[in-house]
């Protein structure tokens, strides 16, 4: 496919009150991004959908140039880009109707990475949900050293999360409610200078937008959908790891809650995720691990050594990308291997038969133990 002049991946993400779904729809009914900026008003307003309000906007070119100054900040910035029709583009958030059809990352993390967990909860973190939240972390990077922990570096148990996972050596990603030319809270910033270094920063922002509550509601998707799972450490009734898990239930994504003492106020809304089965109970690490069917990551037995000589070329290559990562999807082991998804699925069939890997929930794959 011809590679998309990035200014016009960034306009299409400008178009006002267009939105992530419809933008699909518009590039798929049209045929092109391009052709979204070239489509006449009188055609604009035939496509299901759209009608004249939003053809008057999709009609109005003024925000290319928004979209080349934002191009030319994020060239200069070394920001990468991802597109929703990219090949890298992570395979998590592809299977979410609503993922934003293009955002920012700053860093240096895998956003395939085989396993991946978002930890969120209250801003006024008690010392008890901070301990708890730490134990866990430090309990899945024993088991998991590939793991992936993402939240949204906000005050209270995102900032813990962080922290922990940076202790542990863990790869962690903070996913913004604002553009890279600020960073908030900006007590905050030396925990994200870390976090450059092992993991880094999402936004599908525009450069220059300002933090807004709207802002952070709207990031919990990418919050919810760019990991296996999600746990919420500690919530009052109301607040927005609450509206995180809602948006992971609706991505048919594990939710799960550290529960409380009934009378605890920011363990109301775990208990209340438990009580309404929203939410698997978790105590810690391995009630997770169990959850998610988690195995330790080990080194591969030696039998599979031994086996390794008997093995086809593109077996061969399967076999040491995943001894190498641990587990995998199908689809971004298709990527790494450069072999169809097709073709690689018979391949897998084959080698699980052999018994030299082994399949798991959500086409995951991994070698034998």
């Avoid at 955002?103 to 991946?116: E, Q, T, V, Y």
């Avoid at 009934?262 to 995720?273: E, F, K």
Wanted: contains cysteine; hydrophobic residues 40%; glycine residues 8%.
């Amino acid at each position: 496919m011809e590679e998309i002049p990035l200014k016009y991946k960034i306009a299409l993400s400008l178009i006002p009150r267009i939105g992530d779904i419809n933008a699909r729809k518009l590039v798929s009914y049209i045929g092109s991004v391009e052709g979204v900026f070239r489509e006449p008003y009188r055609s604009l307003i035939k496509i299901p959908g759209i009608g004249s309000s939003l053809a008057r906007y999709i009609s109005d070119k003024s925000y290319l140039k928004t979209a080349e100054k934002e191009a030319e900040f994020v060239e200069k910035k070394k920001i990468r880009t991802f597109f929703y029709l990219d090949n890298d583009y992570p395979y998590r958030l592809k299977q979410c109707d609503d993922s934003p059809v293009l955002f920012f990352f700053k860093g240096n993390c895998d956003l395939n990475a085989p396993r991946i967990l978002s930890i969120v909860g209250t801003r006024n973190a008690t010392s008890r949900g901070r301990e708890i939240c730490d134990r866990i972390i430090t309990g899945l990077a024993a088991d998991n050293p590939g793991l992936v922990i993402v939240s949204g570096l906000a005050y209270g148990i995102d900032i813990a999360a962080h922290k922990s996972a940076l202790a542990n050596k863990l790869p962690t990603i903070g996913v913004l409610g604002h553009g890279f030319n600020a960073l908030y809270p900006s007590v905050h910033r030396p925990v994200a200078a870390s976090m450059l270094e092992n993991g880094g920063l999402i936004s599908d922002f525009r450069s220059d937008e300002k933090s807004e509550r709207n802002n952070f509601i709207k990031r919990n998707r990418i919050i919810a959908g760019i990991s296996d799972a999600t746990l919420v450490v500690e919530s009052a009734v109301e607040g927005g790891a609450l509206i995180t898990a809602d948006i992971a239930n609706s991505y048919n994504r594990d939710v799960f809650a550290v529960p409380g003492r009934v009378d605890d106020t920011w363990s109301g809304g775990c208990n209340n995720l438990i009580k309404r089965n929203k939410a698997a109970l978790v105590e810690n690490h391995e009630d997770i691990e169990y959850l998610l069917d988690w195995k330790p990551q080990k080194a591969p037995a030696p039998v599979q050594r031994v086996l390794f000589s008997e093995l086809t070329g593109e077996e061969k290559k399967i076999f040491e990308i995943l001894a190498k990562e641990g587990e995998m999807n199908i689809d971004p082991l298709s990527r790494e291997s450069g072999i169809p998804v097709q073709k690689l699925s018979t391949l897998l069939l084959n080698m699980e038969f052999n018994g030299i890997v082994k399949s798991r929930p959500g086409n995951m794959y991994g070698v034998s133990s």
